[in-house]
């Protein structure tokens, strides 16, 4: 294992999702697990998504990962960070608070917790990224960036706070028929505040993740095609106060803030259309594998630490060729620990033969 590493060698599940009770200890460099739909590999890779952001990665309501009738869900991981042993260990239990602790010391805020072991994930989901909202891609940008920048987190978290401020006060201005203009100066100076250092960072990631994922799409697809990322901000000629001050009437009338960082965007182009409306299905899903593996690139160099790689069911849209590619890439050295989940055992094995890499099978 590289010094810079980030291991996860042992996992337990209690309650979790499907699993009533269950134990991994996995290889240092690529863990396969291998089972049909619905069998609970994507489950696995939630799990230590969950240990690594303190939350699922597809259920937003902590309850919602609690196995049926049961009280509560306890994950447990033993990690190998940078050559150092880590405990984390997460209970979520029934109407009281999530607890998370590592080496047995709790929390005081799960922030603290986020960036310490990163990850990245590529599953089907991904596919949000292109068909659903901007939310969607401020999410891509967001994980990225918390997770080796604790002041662009604070920063948002503050940003989002006061946001919702604003919105109540709308909201509240509206249905008493009047207008707090003083409140509403305070609030916007410090939303102008958080959100011009936010928009600084974004530029700066953006600007950075480019050329990454442009070289990537090139190495996975070997295809002609010309692929941009472009970041969208209402900042970008605009300042931020000057529009809050503008928008002030509309919002009045929406009850909520119709500018700021919070509308940013990432567009997805490829030969100068939305990747939307010009890409096929196998160049779409490029795109996004070449996108999240930028992610892990920017982060392994900002923090010094390569994230852990989950690839959930990545292929089904793939031809062998391009699978074997995408897995060749990400057994390189750059690289740390991988989890991949796939349904065709052998396909997935004789493809890692090829690697030259450590690898171990799991039947799920």
Do not use: W
Request: proline fraction near 2%.
């Amino acid at each position: 294992m590289m010094e810079r590493d980030c291991q996860l060698k042992a996992l337990s599940l209690i309650n979790f999702k499907n699993y009533e009770q269950a134990n991994f200890v996995f290889c240092p460099k690529i863990n396969c697990l291998v089972g049909y739909n619905g069998a609970g590999k994507t489950n696995v890779l939630d799990a230590i998504y969950y240990l690594s952001m303190t939350k699922s990665s597809l259920n937003p309501a902590d309850t919602q990962n609690i196995r049926y009738q049961a009280d509560f869900f306890a994950i447990q991981g033993e990690y190998m960070r940078k050559g150092a042993p880590e405990s984390v260990y997460c209970v979520m239990k029934r109407g009281q608070k999530k607890v998370f602790r590592r080496n047995k010391k709790e929390y005081e805020r799960l922030s603290e917790h986020i960036g310490l072991l990163p990850v990245i994930t590529i599953s089907p989901v991904d596919v949000k990224l292109i068909t659903g909202g901007s939310e969607e891609r401020r999410r891509l940008i967001n994980e990225a960036l918390s997770q080796h920048n604790h002041n662009y987190l604070h920063d948002m978290m503050q940003y989002n706070r006061v946001l919702e401020q604003r919105n109540a006060l709308l909201k509240k201005n509206a249905i008493d028929n009047r207008f707090n203009a003083e409140v509403l100066d305070i609030l916007n100076e410090q939303l102008v505040v958080t959100g011009n250092k936010i928009y600084q960072y974004r530029k700066d990631f953006c600007n950075e993740l480019i050329p990454i994922f442009q070289k990537y799409y090139h190495e996975i697809s070997g295809g002609g095609e010309k692929v941009e990322l472009i970041y969208g901000s209402q900042l970008h000629d605009n300042d931020f106060g000057v529009l809050l001050n503008e928008s002030i009437e509309k919002d009045r009338l929406l009850q909520f803030t119709t500018v700021g960082v919070h509308k940013d965007d990432l567009l997805l182009h490829m030969n100068g259309l939305p990747i939307k409306k010009s890409a096929s299905q196998g160049q779409q899903k490029t795109f996004l594998v070449s996108l999240k593996l930028a992610n892990f690139d920017f982060i392994s160099q900002h923090a010094n630490i390569a994230p852990v790689l989950l690839l959930d069911d990545i292929f089904d849209k793939f031809d062998s060729l391009r699978v074997g590619h995408v897995i060749r890439l990400v057994s390189g050295e750059q690289f740390g620990q991988i989890f991949i989940t796939d349904t065709d055992g052998k396909r997935i094995e004789e493809i890692l033969r090829q690697t030259n890499s450590v690898y171990q099978l799991y039947n799920i």
